[in-house]
């Protein structure tokens, strides 16, 4: 099967879990993660008429995008890796959307460039919803006061929530806390679910779906 076969796939699962859940047609955005993918596996994609797209590092971003994104006027680009923030400004250059941010030093690298640049990404906070000392994320009992100070000491606007629940449990509890976290700060949008479980995050109201592998085929080297 081809990618643009599977990509109309994952359309389709998307489709039925957002009516088994009740949910409006099209509320569930697909972000095709292309990392550790060459621009010729992803062309065909982009072809397919998939716009929203997910890198895990800034400098594969910066060398596979630009040329890609000649192909498509409207194409957005989603980071989905941690962030350090010497990579702030050529994140900010980059992306449309940065769903990684998660501590003061970030936040404050990103509100320093985003006036620098003129620019404005749409910025999520990650969530280390299963408290995992090698993931980054905030701890969900810090995240209301992590948002606050994006807000108002950094003047940032939120958008929403990301989590990676741990690969070794079940994922709806997490996607559960996400949920509820977002709820309660009142922000839309909420950034779960991957190609093992992207339809479990629909079921727990996911506005975001990041799907890999399911798209593009196994990845040959870890991102
Ligand atoms: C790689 C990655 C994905 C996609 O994973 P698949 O299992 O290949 O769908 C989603 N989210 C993040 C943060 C990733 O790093």
Request: aromatic residues 4%; charged residues 25%.
């Amino acid at each position: 099967m081809s990618a643009a076969d599977r990509l109309a796939q994952i359309r389709s699962q998307i489709s039925e879990a957002e009516s088994a859940a009740g949910r409006a047609a099209g509320s569930t955005k697909l972000i095709a993660v292309s990392k550790t993918f060459e621009g010729s596996d992803i062309l065909p994609v982009i072809q397919s008429d998939q716009r929203l797209f997910g890198e895990n590092r800034v400098q594969e971003a910066k060398s596979k995008w630009p040329a890609l994104r000649e192909t498509a006027p409207d194409i957005e680009l989603h980071l989905i890796g941690p962030l350090q923030s010497n990579k702030a400004r050529e994140a900010v250059e980059l992306f449309d959307v940065i769903h990684t941010v998660d501590r003061d030093k970030i936040a404050a690298a990103l509100a320093t460039e985003m006036r620098a640049l003129s620019r404005t990404p749409k910025l999520l906070v990650q969530v280390n919803t299963g408290l995992e000392p090698q993931k980054a994320g905030i701890d969900p009992r810090e995240t209301a006061d992590f948002v606050a100070r994006c807000r108002e000491h950094h003047g940032l606007s939120i958008s929403g929530l990301m989590c990676i629940p741990p690969a070794d449990e079940s994922p709806g509890p997490h996607f559960a806390l996400l949920a509820k976290l977002a709820r309660d700060l009142g922000l839309a949008e909420l950034s779960m679910g991957m190609s093992g479980d992207f339809e479990t995050a629909i079921a727990f109201g996911a506005t975001y779906v990041r799907v890999g592998s399911a798209i593009f085929g196994k990845r040959d080297y870890p991102a």
